[in-house]
């Protein structure tokens, strides 16, 4: 899979991301990035030790159509960008069924030395797998309850 | 069959993104990252870095029981996945 060209950084500050404070994560975050965008000809220098999202350029799209066998996939590492040090993901490497979008890659630099990420460059690889059985979807909150609230 | 849930929108994480809050049906709130094909901006207005929109974000509605309505939206949530129940008054029938 190769680099797209948006890139967030994360912003520094005197302030803290709390995941319990529910309702206003996603606009924090949002608000604590600086949204860059990547040229074809000027890349992005990641410095040692930043941490940056990323998207790829590739639009990964696995339909979930009844009556027909699945497909879920694995975000993976490139070898050769590992062994500087480059990493693309660090945890949740799944793309779940019925997942339609470019994927988010969490970059991180942990050489000693600066990287320089080009538009377009081979970033990532893409593991498919075929889901067998039934997929498992969200089981109504309704289910077994005996009031419109769900207790 | 798509609906459209009624939601603050401001700026995402990265250009073509948005960062989506809303009220589940107690009025605790969730938040996601969505992609602007999924949302509805009122009279086609973004958000800016200083300025969220009330707009919409387009829901399939699973299970309706009296008021209340199961919704899965396109991402999943921040704070717990990808299905809410919310009051059937927030729902629209199209995104504007």
Not at chain 1, 53 to 66: K, R
Not at chain 1, 95 to 106: A, K, Q, S, Y
Not at chain 2, 46 to 67: A, F, M, Q
């Amino acid at each position: 899979m190769k680099l797209g060209d948006k890139i967030s950084v994360p912003k520094s500050g005197k302030f803290a991301y709390d995941f319990t404070v529910s309702g206003s994560i996603a606009d924090f975050i949002g608000k604590t990035s600086e949204k860059h965008v990547l040229e074809k000809n000027r890349p992005f220098t990641l410095p040692p030790n930043q941490f940056i999202l990323a998207q790829t350029l590739e639009i990964v799209g696995l339909p979930t159509n009844e009556g027909v066998s699945h497909l879920a996939a694995r975000i993976e590492r490139k070898s050769s960008l590992a062994r500087c040090g480059l990493l693309v993901h660090f945890t949740a490497p799944t793309v779940h069924p019925g997942w339609m979008g470019p994927l988010t890659l969490e970059i991180t630099n942990l050489s000693k030395t600066s990287m320089n990420l080009h538009y377009g460059m081979p970033i990532a690889q893409l593991i498919i797998e075929e889901v067998r059985g039934r997929i498992f979807e969200n089981l109504s909150q309704f289910q077994g309850q005996s009031t419109p609230e769900g207790d | 069959m798509e609906k459209w849930l009624n939601c603050e929108i401001s700026t995402g994480q990265f250009t073509g993104e948005f960062a989506v809050s809303g009220e589940l049906f107690d009025n605790s709130g969730f938040s996601l990252f969505a992609q602007k094909e999924d949302l509805g901006f009122p009279k086609g207005k973004e958000p800016d870095e200083n300025n969220s929109v009330h707009g919409t974000i387009r829901v399939t509605p699973l299970e309706t029981k009296k008021d209340l309505v199961l919704v899965e939206l396109p991402r999943p949530t921040l704070e717990n996945g990808r299905s809410i129940t919310v009051r059937t008054e927030q729902i629209k029938e199209n995104p504007k």
